[in-house]
């Protein structure tokens, strides 16, 4: 027999292999690991975002941000009484430009980053 | 078998890939109900016994589903699946060292030799079972895996004219073995299949 048809020959052999008794449970033992790694993933993400949230969250209790909301509502207010008078851009400016607004730029930096870690380990 | 997984028996392993490229997992079971022994097989047929053979083919199977998308359905699902399973086993092999001493084993190594039993029918692994252990598994790594020789040795970490030499003797022995005297048709199965 040529060489040629041996190799072949013996390619074929490898690949003709019986159905174990146990492959319906070989394969149940996988998927269950697949399930497993895939719990495992989804936990650790929720976590890594809800992580993430509550320091975004704190971040904004912690430096009033609800006082600066009602600050910018006025300063809407003011806008609707006349252009003239009111210049709530400005005030929004001076809190964003003070030490605040730099604080619940961070904390939404924290939020997003959180979000982006839960992404890649998503990916991952 | 539950009826969500009777929808993915019918589907063709491409389709199969692509379902599980996408995080569907049942379809990726299915995968390895078709595949699962022919993995298993070509681990134990490197040398592993049956229970490392199984861990092996599903830390094979468990990597492959990671790297899913990696598959583009050039070749067979189940070549690329076996070939994540041999360099696996070989990793596991030169973690333990043992694949040093196969090699030191190999050295003159003519001990396992059989003669064939002959019996009209092919026996692959008992056949197999008659090359010394890096025979064994060069001969596996090329004609079960599909490795090349040069990638064989590679995984191997030998020299390719060593892995050629091993690959030659172990045919060599395998032909010896596997040949009926009489030159019927090896495999009692249709001769050109």
């Known amino acids: ?124 | 078998m539950s009826g969500s997984n009777t929808i993915f028996t019918r589907q063709h392993d491409v389709d199969l890939c692509r379902l599980a490229a996408n995080g569907e997992r049942r379809a990726f079971g299915e995968l390895v109900r078709r595949h699962g022994s022919g993995v298993r097989q070509l681990i134990r047929r490197m040398g592993a016994q049956a229970s490392e053979a199984d861990d092996v083919a599903q830390d094979a199977f468990l990597a492959a589903f990671e790297r899913i998308t990696e598959f583009r359905g050039e070749g067979t699902f189940a070549g690329w699946v076996k070939r994540i399973a041999a360099r696996q086993y070989l990793r596991r092999l030169q973690r333990d060292k043992r694949l040093a001493a196969y090699a030191q084993d190999a050295v003159g190594d003519e001990s396992h030799g059989g003669s064939a039993e002959a019996d009209g029918r092919i026996d692959l692994d008992e056949g197999l079972k008659t090359l010394s252990p890096t025979e064994r598994l060069c001969v596996s790594m090329c004609y079960g895996a599909g490795l090349s020789h040069a990638e064989a040795a590679d995984a191997l970490n030998l020299p390719l004219g060593t892995v050629k030499s091993h690959v030659k003797r172990g045919l060599e022995k395998l032909r010896t073995r596997l040949a009926p005297p009489d030159g019927v048709a090896l495999d009692g199965r249709r001769e050109n299949g």
Do not use: C, H, K
């Open chain 1, 1 to 124: 027999m040529a060489e040629f048809d041996f190799e072949r020959r013996l390619e074929r052999l490898f690949s003709e292999a019986p159905d174990f008794a146990d492959a319906q449970a070989f394969a149940e033992r996988i998927e269950r690991r697949l399930d497993r790694g895939w719990t495992a993933r989804r936990w650790l993400i929720g976590a890594a975002g809800l992580a993430g949230g509550l320091i975004g969250a704190s971040q904004l209790m912690l430096f009033n941000v609800f006082q600066r909301v009602e600050s910018a509502e006025q300063s809407a207010r003011a806008l609707s009484l006349g252009l003239a008078r009111a210049t709530p851009s400005s005030d929004m400016l001076s809190v964003l430009s003070g030490g605040y607004g730099a604080w619940i730029a961070g904390g939404l930096a924290v939020v997003a980053m959180g979000f982006a870690v839960s992404r890649v380990i998503e990916e991952i």
